[in-house]
C-alpha cells in the first residue's frame, strides 16, 4: 500500500490576504517561504526513506516543493492532477464578496453540495473523481512505497472531507483507506 506524506502549499500572497485561489497561480509569500523552509528541515531531520516527491503545476506548490526537495534530495516533480479546484469567477474573491455576488451558490457550497460547480468552475464531485484517478496514478507507479504530494487544502479535503490543514501543514494517508482506489470498499 502506498503511503503519502501530504503536504498543503505554504502560505500564497492571497492566502494572506483571504483570496480564494482556485487554480489561479499566485506565489509564495515571505511567510510561506518561511513555512516552507521550516518544514523542509523538519523532514529533513525525520529522514523518511522516501522514493518521489509530487507537486501540483501551481506556483505556491511548486516553490514549497522546491525548497523541500533541496533539504531532501528530491527533484520535485509536477502533477497537474494535484491541482486545486477549479473555481472559475470566484478566483481571487473573499468569502464576503462571493456571497454577496452568488448569495445561493455560496450558500450549496456552505452547506457540502458535490454538484455545484464552484463559480461556473470545477464540482467537488468532480475533484474527488480527479483525486481519485491521481490516487491509482500513484499507486500503479510507486506501489507500496512512501512519497510526499505537495498540494492544496481542496484537493486533500477530496480525499478527507472536512479536513482543516493549516498553511505548509503535513497529513499522513494510506491509499487503502481513500475513496478513489482499488482498495476501496463498495456497497
Known amino acids: 500500500m502506498l503511503r503519502l506524506l501530504c503536504v498543503r502549499h505554504a502560505q500564497s500572497t492571497w492566502n494572506a490576504e483571504g483570496r480564494w485561489q482556485g487554480q489561479a497561480d499566485p506565489p509564495l509569500s515571505a511567510a510561506g517561504r518561511l513555512e516552507a523552509a521550516a518544514l523542509a528541515a523538519r523532514l529533513r531531520r525525520e529522514a523518511l526513506p522516501l522514493a518521489g516527491l509530487l507537486t501540483s503545476d501551481l506556483a505556491r ?12 534530495g528530491l527533484a520535485p516533480e509536477p502533477w497537474p492532477a494535484l491541482r486545486e479546484v477549479d473555481i472559475g469567477r470566484w478566483s481571487g474573491r473573499v468569502s464576503e464578496e462571493i456571497a454577496r455576488a452568488w448569495p445561493e451558490d455560496y450558500a450549496r457550497f456552505r ?16 475533484l474527488r473523481a480527479r483525486a481519485g484517478a491521481a490516487l491509482r ?11 510526499v504530494v505537495v498540494t492544496h487544502l481542496g484537493w486533500l479535503r477530496a480525499l478527507s472531507p472536512g479536513l482543516e490543514l493549516p498553511n505548509a501543514g503535513t497529513l499522513w494517508l494510506e491509499s487503502a483507506a481513500l475513496p478513489g482506489t482499488e482498495h476501496e470498499a463498495h456497497p
Open 61 to 72: 506548490a511548486q516553490q514549497t516543493a522546491s525548497v523541500l526537495g533541496e533539504a531532501l
Open 137 to 147: 496514478a500513484l499507486e500503479a507507479r510507486f506501489g507500496a512505497a512512501v512519497i
Open 111 to 126: 452547506a457540502g453540495d458535490l454538484e455545484l460547480r464552484l463559480g461556473g468552475g470545477e464540482s467537488r464531485r468532480a
